[in-house]
């Protein structure tokens, strides 16, 4: 069985950072794909960032420059380093990976955290 456990989520004001982390636990053999979404009230949810193989990053147009995803593999663990939020930045921010157990591999099963909440407001 794995799990996804988000953290890092919270209040801050606008062109503050935060950092948010994901982490898989139990019978974690690889992590093909790391993303990040977000969905904030009545809107659609969003893809804001994705790491492969654990360097291989790609964002959204709307936080390029801003954000950025780092993997630490031996912890099974990826962070989102959020700078310069804004108010359009608030959202319910969920994780989300595609995780070979030692059993299942190279198959993979995508995986979803319970998610975080990031607030933007002075």
């Known amino acids: 069985q794995v799990q996804l456990v988000e953290s890092g989520g919270g209040l801050v004001q606008p062109g503050g950072s935060l950092k948010l982390s994901c982490t898989a636990s139990g019978d974690v053999y690889r992590i093909q794909v790391m993303r990040w979404h977000r969905q904030a009230p009545g809107k659609q949810r969003e893809l804001v960032a994705t790491?492969?193989?654990?360097?291989?990053?790609n964002y959204a147009d709307s936080v390029k420059g801003r954000f950025a995803f780092s993997m630490d593999v031996a912890r099974n663990t990826g962070y989102l380093q959020m700078n310069n939020l804004q108010p359009e930045d608030a959202a319910a921010y969920y994780c989300?990976?595609?995780?070979?157990?030692?059993?299942?591999?190279?198959?993979?099963?995508?995986?979803w955290g319970q998610g975080t909440q990031v607030t933007v407001a002075s």
């Open positions: 790491i492969s193989d654990g360097t291989i990053t």
């Open positions: 989300n990976a595609e995780i070979s157990t030692r059993s299942t591999w190279p198959s993979h099963r995508s995986y």
